[in-house]
């Protein structure tokens, strides 16, 4: 009888343990989503060629907190709300949206920082030129025909802001349309794809 009764509690304390390892490894991960690293699914077409619909990516969270982005990074944040095509002030049809409207939607954003604060930009063919100068940009899909490929009239970006494009310029809603994006709005930056496994590595 004392004998069933130890082996009883042995399984009583074997099943609170379980649940307790399950419940910290539930947190830890709810946690690192939450704080340090979150996964992203790529829902459109707009940073072919370099991420594909469906493939899905790393986001770090923290790195943003200690430093400001740089032209280059891609980018997870929230856009201004009223997007894909309302630019927060009225504006030339020649001329990118140089100011987002005050509120962010909802929606998730992956795209690729092409404009820092300060920066004076326009678009040509596509491409973006910054202060003057048109951006190697190797990694973009150009399209010089597109309704936001040819932007010729130059805007300076506000301080605090950054402008966003997808890399298939011709197939991307973005800055162009609906402005820049504040700092407090990035959620983070994308470092590595991890799914296909065939596109596995670092962006």
Request: glycine letters at 10%.
């Amino acid at each position: 009888m004392v004998l069933g009764s130890k082996e009883k509690k042995r399984e009583h304390n074997s099943l609170v343990e379980l649940v307790m390892i399950v419940a910290v490894a539930l947190g830890l991960a709810l946690g690192i989503q939450a704080f340090l690293v979150k996964p992203f699914r790529i829902p459109s077409e707009s940073m072919v060629p370099t991420l594909q619909i469906g493939q899905r990516v790393l986001v770090d969270r923290v790195s943003y907190r200690f430093s400001d982005p740089d032209r280059g990074d891609i980018v997870v944040f929230k856009p201004p709300e009223g997007q894909p095509s309302t630019c927060g002030v009225e504006r030339p049809s020649d001329e990118p949206c140089p100011e987002g409207t005050p509120e962010k939607s909802d929606t998730n954003f992956i795209k690729r920082v092409v404009g820092l604060p300060g920066d004076h930009l326009k678009v040509i063919e596509g491409s973006v030129y910054i202060n003057g100068k048109r951006r190697d940009e190797p990694f973009a899909r150009l399209d010089p025909e597109c309704a936001t490929c040819n932007l010729p009239r130059e805007i300076t970006i506000p301080e605090g802001e950054y402008y966003m494009m997808g890399d298939n310029r011709g197939e991307s809603a973005d800055s162009r349309e609906w402005g820049p994006v504040p700092k407090k709005w990035i959620i983070g930056k994308a470092f590595m794809t991890y799914w296909p496994p065939g596109r596995i590595g670092l962006l």
